[in-house]
């Protein structure tokens, strides 16, 4: 069935580094691919998101890409700061959602 | 404006109960969705709404779980005789006609003794 792989399932990179989470999806209809962050004990919370006919989107320190040929979206965090930890989600809406990446960021 | 509301926030019940878990929209999204997250997952999906009527219920994980949404705004999910393995926190959420982006709600967590 239809299904989104997301790696890593935990990252951990030193303030001001960046982050790379990346997906994968299986079903050729989607063209829609947003990324959300969930805190702990808080509601998910949409951080951007690219729609198919583009192949990169960027808002300040976060940006994606999307191969469609490859079937991959990523995203993509700079220069971290403490406030970036979280869980971050790929999703193929409504159905289907990846199983989160948790980032951590060291001080 | 009011973002989408759920009560109840927190659920504790007896298993083999029924319980109803209610959810607000944002004034005037059309689509409302229900999804479940246990700890360590991502959100699954369990049925979406466009208007009144059930869009995609393909989600809902057998015959003891239904939602409704008589007038497209508020929904209701109704789970019958509850299982432990129901525990989990349900999230609501809701997008406009023109936009997909989703606005979660706080969710209910609904925990099955």
């Known amino acids: 069935g239809e299904n989104v792989e997301q790696h890593p399932s935990t990252l951990s990179v030193q303030e001001g580094d960046s982050a790379v989470i990346k997906c994968t999806y299986s079903?050729?209809?989607?063209?829609?691919f947003p990324w959300y962050k969930q805190e702990l004990g808080k509601r998910p919370q949409l951080i951007i998101d690219?729609?198919?006919n583009v192949g990169e989107k960027k808002d300040q320190r976060i940006a994606v890409t999307l191969n469609k040929t490859a079937k991959h979206f990523s995203l993509h965090i700079t220069e971290t700061q403490p406030e970036d930890s979280a869980v971050y989600f790929c999703?193929?809406?409504?159905?289907?959602w990846g199983a989160g990446t948790k980032l951590i960021i060291k001080p | 404006g009011a973002g989408v509301s759920q009560t109840p926030s927190n659920k504790v019940t007896e298993k083999g109960k029924y319980v109803e878990l209610r959810c607000d929209p944002i004034s005037g999204h059309t689509a409302l969705y229900w999804y479940r997250q246990s700890l360590g997952q991502g959100p699954e999906f369990l049925i979406y709404f466009q208007g009144t009527g059930a869009a995609d219920d393909s989600g809902l994980p057998n015959d003891r779980f239904f939602a409704v949404r008589p007038e497209g705004s508020v929904s209701t999910l109704k789970i019958q005789r509850t299982e432990r393995g129901d525990s989990a926190v349900y999230l609501c959420a809701s997008s406009s006609r023109d936009s997909r982006e989703q606005f979660f709600g706080p969710g209910t967590r609904l925990t099955v003794l």
């Open positions: 690219i729609r198919s």
């Open positions: 999703a193929a809406p409504p159905l289907i």
């Open positions: 079903d050729s209809a989607s063209n829609y």
